[in-house]
């Protein structure tokens, strides 16, 4: 059955550092992959898109990386602050009529 | 423009009643998804409707059923509540035209089943 794994439950960075947060899949081969940040009490936002023919993705502090031999994404924050903790979904979308797929996301808290 | 709206935002209800839960989407959307959010399962795909009609549907029981309306608004309703139930329900709209295919999802209605 597909399978999608976020590591850690929770990670702890010291401020101003770069946060890196992995999603692995099983079973499963996504033409997307998504990155979403989710604050307690709300919906999850969503942060980036990549696809998979690209091997990176850039916005402002963040980055994202795909690697479907590996079937593995990297989600990196350049120049951590505390405004940045919350929790991060990956998510996996096939193609074809939407049916996506979350991962249980990994909390990060971004210390001062 | 407005984001996606639910209500009621919160619920308490005892085992055995059935709950209906709303959603209305972003202006235009015409696709409505359902999650379920619990802190061991994270968010859990229900069902997807598009003009509707359900497009895609999760491994949920007979019992988490739902609709969309003419105006996109989507209900979402659950029979015979167990304590399982008990989580976080969130709604979230598309149009699900090219780009980044990003979902908005709406707040949420928290679900207690007692």
């Known amino acids: 059955s597909q399978k999608i794994e976020q590591n850690s439950e929770a990670l702890n960075i010291q401020e101003g550092k770069t946060a890196t947060l992995t999603c692995n899949y099983t079973?499963?081969?996504?033409?997307?992959l998504q990155w979403y940040r989710q604050d307690p009490g709300r919906g999850p936002v969503f942060l980036l898109l990549?696809?998979?023919?690209?091997k990176e993705k850039r916005k402002e502090r963040l980055k994202v990386t795909f690697d479907t031999t590996l079937k593995q994404s990297l989600f990196h924050i350049t120049a951590s602050q505390p405004a940045d903790s919350a929790t991060y979904l990956c998510?996996?979308?096939?193609?074809?009529?939407?049916?996506?797929?979350f991962g249980i996301g990994t909390k990060l808290q971004v210390i001062p | 423009k407005a984001g996606v709206t639910q209500t009621p935002r919160y619920l308490i209800k005892t085992r055995g009643q059935q709950v209906t839960l709303s959603c209305s989407p972003i202006?235009?959307?015409?696709?409505v998804s359902w999650y379920q959010q619990t802190p061991g399962q994270g968010l859990q795909f229900l069902f997807e409707?598009?003009?509707?009609?359900?497009?895609n549907k999760g491994n949920f029981p007979g019992r988490f059923s739902g609709r969309q309306f003419s105006n996109s608004r989507s209900e979402m309703n659950v029979s015979t509540l167990e304590l399982g139930d008990s989580a976080l329900y969130l709604c979230?709209?598309?149009?699900?035209?090219?780009?980044?295919?990003?979902?908005?999802f709406g707040p949420g209605t928290r679900l207690t089943v007692l």
């Open positions: 079973n499963y081969s996504p033409a997307y």
């Open positions: 202006s235009g959307h015409r696709s």
């Open positions: 998510a996996l979308l096939s193609g074809g009529y939407q049916k996506v797929t």
């Open positions: 990549i696809r998979e023919n690209e």
């Open positions: 409707y598009f003009s509707e009609t359900q497009r």
């Open positions: 979230a709209s598309s149009s699900w035209t090219g780009g980044n295919n990003e979902q908005f």
